[in-house]
């Protein structure tokens, strides 16, 4: 009976400071990456005043565009407990079949960018399939579907480039630049942000979301409750597939070429944004808010280290740190009291 008791006492004792702001951190997974990418600006542009100019933030923006996009499908896929280790592949075979159809076989813009697209979303799906009806863990289906997709893009391309003097004006157009206020951005920016906005709509606002939060959760008490989870996680996939390809566009445009080399560690960037942005790797918590803030992280921490002529190797090193640490936050945050 005493025992009982004691239980009781825990847990009606008031929260310490710790406790509080676990609670706070795992009813809001967005706070973190978003205070330390506060404290990055900050320190940098003590250390170095023209990294916090317009002109440096502008392209800090710009540069994190395409991670940023692949790394919103990513989050999809990570809220449901899985991860996609062909976000890369995928966008890179999207872009070389946008690029080659437009510029080697005629076939207009519009359609071109249309079958890049549908490529991108049927690489999705097949994802999907095999994670949802093949019962493979999604670590192994990805990873074997990473050699399928980048293979295909390898021989679909010839290993050629194709410069931006061969490709219609409206795969380029991503990269066109204005003024927005004090900064200047890209259309391809927009068009990441717009679909952030459209995505966190989906995730909070949606039957669907609240299924792929269940289904991440878990899957087994989801299907118990009606969900079908096959039809969530391959709508997951796919739709994942299909923001690949839509990154293939703003990848077109920003680096004014389509070349089957781009974007070498696209796989763990986009994975390292999402981790730092505060989502779980064990499924069902994170935003796509805190992804976006996650990435954007990345890039000041990698620009702010060049303004100060730090080495490569040791920009590398403090990406690596900053997601062991955002890890270790996510360990403790799913530690909290009830």
């Given at each position: 009976m005493?025992?009982?008791?004691?239980?009781?006492?825990?847990?009606?004792?008031?929260?310490?400071?710790?406790?509080?702001?676990?609670?706070?951190?795992?009813?809001s997974p967005a706070i973190a990456p978003g205070a330390v990418l506060l404290i990055a600006i900050a320190a940098f542009a003590l250390l170095h005043p023209r990294f916090a100019s317009p002109t440096s933030l502008s392209?800090?923006?710009?540069?994190?565009?395409?991670?940023?996009?692949l790394a919103a499908g990513q989050t999809l896929v990570v809220v449901t407990a899985g991860i996609d280790l062909s976000v890369g592949a995928v966008t890179i075979l999207s872009m070389m079949v946008m690029a080659t159809l437009a510029a080697d076989h005629g076939v207009a813009a519009p359609l071109a960018l249309a079958a890049g697209l549908l490529l991108g979303a049927g690489a999705g799906v097949v994802n999907g399939l095999l994670v949802a009806k093949a019962r493979l863990p999604p670590f192994i289906a990805t990873l074997g579907m990473l050699g399928v997709f980048t293979a295909l893009g390898l021989l679909y391309s010839g290993g050629q480039s194709i410069p931006e003097s061969r490709l219609p004006a409206l795969l380029n157009r991503?990269?066109?630049?204005?003024?927005?206020?004090?900064?200047?951005?890209?259309l391809g920016v927009v068009l990441v942000l717009a679909l952030y906005a459209f995505l966190s709509f989906a995730l909070s606002q949606t039957a669907w979301g609240t299924h792929v939060y269940a289904v991440g959760g878990d899957a087994e008490a989801a299907r118990l409750a009606g969900i079908r989870v096959s039809a969530v996680l391959v709508s997951v996939y796919g739709i994942a597939g299909l923001v690949d390809g839509l990154a293939a566009w703003v990848l077109i445009g920003r680096a004014g070429a389509a070349s089957p080399n781009a974007i070498a560690e696209a796989n763990l960037e986009s994975i390292t944004a999402v981790v730092i942005g505060g989502v779980s790797l064990f499924g069902g918590r994170g935003s796509l808010v805190g992804t976006l803030l996650g990435a954007l992280t990345?890039?000041?921490?990698?620009?702010?280290?060049?303004?100060?002529?730090?080495?490569?190797?040791?920009?590398?090193?403090?990406?690596?740190?900053?997601?062991?640490?955002?890890?270790?936050?996510?360990?403790?945050?799913?530690?909290?009291r009830a």
């Open positions: 005493s025992t009982i008791h004691t239980a009781e006492e825990l847990a009606r004792r008031p929260l310490g400071p710790l406790e509080r702001l676990q609670r706070l951190l795992h009813a392209l800090v923006l710009q540069q994190v565009a395409v991670i940023a996009a991503m990269g066109t630049t204005f003024p927005a206020g004090p900064f200047r951005i890209t990345v890039g000041v921490l990698r620009s702010g280290l060049s303004f100060a002529r730090v080495d490569d190797q040791y920009r590398v090193m403090a990406v690596g740190l900053l997601v062991i640490l955002a890890v270790s936050v996510d360990q403790w945050i799913r530690k909290v």
